[in-house]
């Protein structure tokens, strides 16, 4: 008796032996499965830009990589040309980014609506907010050629001190079409003259015309300028600093200040005639106001005024 349960107690340990070694990951029975392990890169680098809606350029130490952009991950929030802190892997022959964050503090996005005025030069153009003419430069990324002058524009940018940067642009309204030499301007309504006639109060950019000189006039000064229009772009013909109106078809003004080697600001008044059908009943004195007129050998001809 004592024989047979000890014979069976080896062949209990020889099952139970074959029974563990069969549950092995034999690779005649399983495929294993292979985890590579990820390497997780660190760099402080610079964001370059978003290329397309999955991945972004990024320059770390001094060359620019394209990474795809990890899942979930956006960078809207933050500004083109800014100093990151990124975390990324290779994957597949490329890089993908897990994490991208800010380095420091970062410039604020400024979103503003205003009338594009046109290009000042290549790289940089001249929009007017609140009335107000103000020279932007372009991004890298920032597109103007298909912007006709004197559009509507909703924008974003950022103050820079020395300068404003453009960071984008869209068109909220094209200037009025089929009726050539319209222009689009904004300023504070004065008043009316007389039954047919308004006085607005403008700020405004204008360009250098060709021999014109700032030289021996001051900001703050009181100017007598004659100019004509290109365009939506206004051009000074000629320009003196004067201690009492002169006669003549000039406009006087104050001078605000050089924006450029190619252009100046001015604070004027101009009178505009109203066009046939338009009356400035509804306008309060002092209120901000956008509108249209057609440049006109005696004065501006109102089209379309409102407030702002």
Request: charged share 25%; with cysteine; glycine share 10%.
């Amino acid at each position: 008796m004592t024989a047979k349960l000890g014979v069976r107690f080896l062949l209990t340990l020889l099952v139970l032996a074959l029974m563990l070694f069969g549950s092995g990951c034999r690779p005649d029975d399983l495929e294993a499965e292979v985890h590579e392990e990820q390497v997780v890169h660190e760099d402080e680098a610079i964001l370059v830009g978003q290329t397309d809606s999955q991945s972004v350029e990024i320059e770390v130490a001094g060359q620019t990589i394209n990474f795809a952009l990890g899942e979930g991950l956006v960078v809207s929030g933050i500004s083109d040309g800014s100093a990151v802190l990124i975390s990324y892997v290779e994957q597949e022959g490329r890089f993908v980014l897990r994490s991208i964050e800010p380095v420091g503090d970062q410039e604020e996005v400024i979103r503003a609506e205003g009338v594009y005025v046109g290009q000042i030069d290549n790289h940089s153009v001249e929009i007017q907010l609140n009335g107000h003419p103000a020279a932007f430069a372009l991004s890298e990324d920032v597109k103007v050629d298909n912007i006709a002058d004197g559009s509507r524009v909703e924008i974003t940018y950022s103050d820079e001190g020395q300068r404003l940067l453009l960071l984008s642009v869209t068109v909220v309204e094209e200037p009025v079409s089929g009726d050539e030499g319209i222009l689009t301007g904004e300023g504070t309504y004065v008043g009316q003259i007389d039954s047919r006639s308004v006085e607005i109060d403008i700020n405004r950019a204008f360009m250098l015309g060709e021999g014109v000189s700032m030289d021996d006039i001051e900001d703050g000064s009181t100017v007598a300028f004659t100019i004509t229009e290109t365009g939506q772009r206004a051009v000074i013909e000629s320009i003196e600093a004067v201690d009492e109106p002169k006669e003549g078809e000039v406009l006087h003004g104050t001078l605000v200040g050089i924006i450029d080697a190619q252009s100046v600001e001015i604070r004027y008044f101009q009178a505009f005639a109203l066009g046939e059908d338009l009356n400035a009943d509804h306008l309060v004195d002092g209120s901000e106001v956008v509108f249209t007129y057609r440049d006109d050998p005696d004065r501006p001809v109102l089209k379309t005024i409102a407030e702002r």
